[in-house]
């Protein structure tokens, strides 16, 4: 199924919901992708930023247009295709300055593995601004700080809006499923951002993150860092479960599921395509397993 060149003309007319945040800041939701996808955009007074581009089936720069003319700053706050669709679509993109991601840049393009863009095709862009962890990104009259944040994947960015005490954390941690379980994924380095995050930012800020249109609240965020921790110090108990068939360690913070991958090293690997749908936390890849060792056995 070809989903790249779809456009205005054939787009569902609520496919984008607009959200106000406040003044200057909307959310752009996609709630009838099956990953219900939020992306988010940031005025200025002289430039936009959008953080993420979500899956790309239909363009997200016209509802961008229709809501801003000024300049647009892209950054993806992770290379997943779900997050960067259609970035090439934009003329200005800038990536967390890493010399690993440099290394993938030629001529001010730069190449995603397919495991880094979790779809088999893989991606590339070009990229005409490097951030330095901690960087600092004026708007005009508005200034949001990146932060490297680790964890779901090891080039995830995070941005503090500061005066309005908001986050916005991409995948780093989700309401409905934290995926600690994707290529380059480290609990350890989560826990150790979520808790990065906490401490530069003020209290009582609101983490909007990428796959709901809910934020979590401050107090959520402190829970999953106690809950993080204890999953890192091997305090905390896990379920086998199953996603997109395979095996994988669920636990479960409070309310908020968290999947890491199993001892045998089992992790989510990309998809054929962005509609492929997985499901989730399943146990159908345990009876199969269970099937499949009982044969081993008799
Ligand atoms: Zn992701």
New binding site residues.
């Given amino acids: 199924m070809n989903c790249k060149v779809q456009d205005k003309a054939n787009r569902p007319a609520d496919w984008f919901k607009v959200i106000r945040l406040d003044e200057h800041t909307f959310a752009l939701s996609e709630p009838q992708y099956w990953q219900a996808n939020v992306n988010y955009l940031l005025l200025g007074t002289e430039r936009a930023l959008l953080f993420d581009t979500g899956p790309g089936l239909y363009r997200i720069r016209d509802v961008v247009e229709s809501l801003t003319s000024l300049p647009v700053l892209v950054i993806p706050s ?1 290379l ?1 295709f ?2 960067s669709g259609r970035v090439n679509e934009f003329a200005y993109v800038a990536l967390m300055d890493s010399p690993a991601l440099r290394a993938q840049t030629r001529d001010g393009v730069f190449t995603a593995t397919d495991a880094q863009f ?1 779809l088999a095709s893989g991606t590339n862009f070009r990229v005409t601004r490097w951030l330095a962890d901690g960087a600092s990104i004026d708007l005009g009259g508005r200034e949001v700080m990146v932060i490297n944040t680790p964890g ?2 090891p080039d995830s960015v995070s941005l503090i809006d500061a005066a309005g005490k908001r986050l916005f954390i ?2 780093l941690v989700n309401r409905d499923i934290t ?1 600690a379980n ?1 290529p380059g994924a480290d609990v350890k380095s989560m826990a150790a951002s979520v808790k990065r995050l906490l401490a530069l930012t003020p209290a009582g800020s609101e983490a909007r993150e ?1 796959h709901s249109e809910l934020p979590l609240t401050w107090t959520e965020l402190q829970q999953f860092a106690d809950g993080l921790t204890l999953i890192v110090s091997g305090d905390s108990a896990a379920t086998d479960s199953c996603l997109g068939g395979r095996p994988m360690l669920r636990y479960d913070i409070g309310a908020f599921p968290v999947l890491l991958p199993t001892a045998a090293g089992d992790r989510l690997r990309p998809l054929g395509s962005p509609t492929e749908e997985l499901e989730w936390l399943t146990t159908d890849c345990l009876e199969k397993e269970s099937q499949t060792n009982k044969g081993a056995k008799e």
């Fill in positions: 992770h997943h779900d997050h979790m779901h994947t991409g995948d995926l994707v990428a």
